[in-house]
């Protein structure tokens, strides 16, 4: 069974920025492919990125475009999220997910990896 551990998230101000981190269970081998969610209060789970380990194509919704990078550190068994010039419109909690079988699909289902979650608040 694969573990999901997020942290990083806090309290960041305006155009600043933060580094979320998901660490991945020691026992398991690479995901084939690893997102980033958030979920804002009286909104929808939104993918803010997806990264596919060893591809040079990452996705990225257009709210983040440009600001957010996702990136997967194979030594260290860990995904990334660095986000930059933050706004209020980014604070919810942030999900991370990973791929159960061997391949990715264009979206994740209840049955795949999950982590607990880690808030995030932008203020003014």
């Known amino acids: 069974q694969v573990q999901l551990a997020e942290s990083g998230g806090g309290s960041a101000q305006t155009g600043g920025s933060l580094r979320l981190s998901c660490a991945v269970s020691a026992a398991s081998n690479i995901p084939v492919c690893m ?23 990452n996705y990225y919704a257009d709210s983040v475009k440009g600001r957010f990078f996702i990136s997967y550190k194979n030594d260290r068994k860990t995904l990334y999220l660095q986000m930059n010039r933050l706004t209020p419109e980014d604070s919810g909690m942030y999900y991370c997910a990973a791929a159960r079988g061997p391949l990715c699909h264009a979206t994740f289902q209840p049955d795949d990896y999950w982590g607990q979650g880690t808030q995030v608040t932008v203020s003014s």
């Open 35 to 57: 997102a980033w969610f958030r979920q804002a209060p009286g909104k929808e789970r939104e993918k803010v990125a997806r990264i596919i380990p060893g591809s040079a194509t």
